[in-house]
């Protein structure tokens, strides 16, 4: 049984920093492309950043510069480091695991709120 477990969020002020992380068990981690992507209410869902089981990046316009993703192999784990957070970043964060087009898993997502 797949299971992707966020952690990390909470309340920050703006300009402040955030790091989340996702565990994941019960699946291959190394082979599968992981992914952070944000929902803000009434809002669709959009990815935040994109990690390759090879190590390559991609992230959305509106973080590029300020959040960093990274994963762990040996623990299972991906990371966001979210830096100089702005009120547009408030959402709930989701963790997704996808590999080719079989398999495409999601966490229950953590909440980030960037308030004074």
């Known amino acids: 049984q797949v299971q992707l477990v966020e952690s990390g969020g909470g309340l920050v002020q703006p300009g402040g920093s955030l790091r989340l992380s996702c565990a994941a068990s019960g699946m291959s981690f190394s082979i599968y492309a992981m992914g952070w992507y944000r929902q803000a209410p009434g809002k669709q869902r959009d990815l935040v950043a994109g990690i390759a089981s090879g190590g390559g990046t991609n992230y959305g316009d509106s973080v590029k510069g300020r959040f960093t993703i990274s994963r762990n192999n040996a623990n299972n784990t991906v990371y966001l480091q979210m830096n100089s957070l702005k009120p547009e970043d408030t959402a709930v964060y989701y963790c997704?695991?996808?590999?080719?087009?079989?398999?495409?898993?999601w966490g229950q997502g953590t909440q980030v709120t960037v308030s004074s």
């Open positions: 997704n695991a996808k590999y080719k087009s079989w398999f495409n898993y």
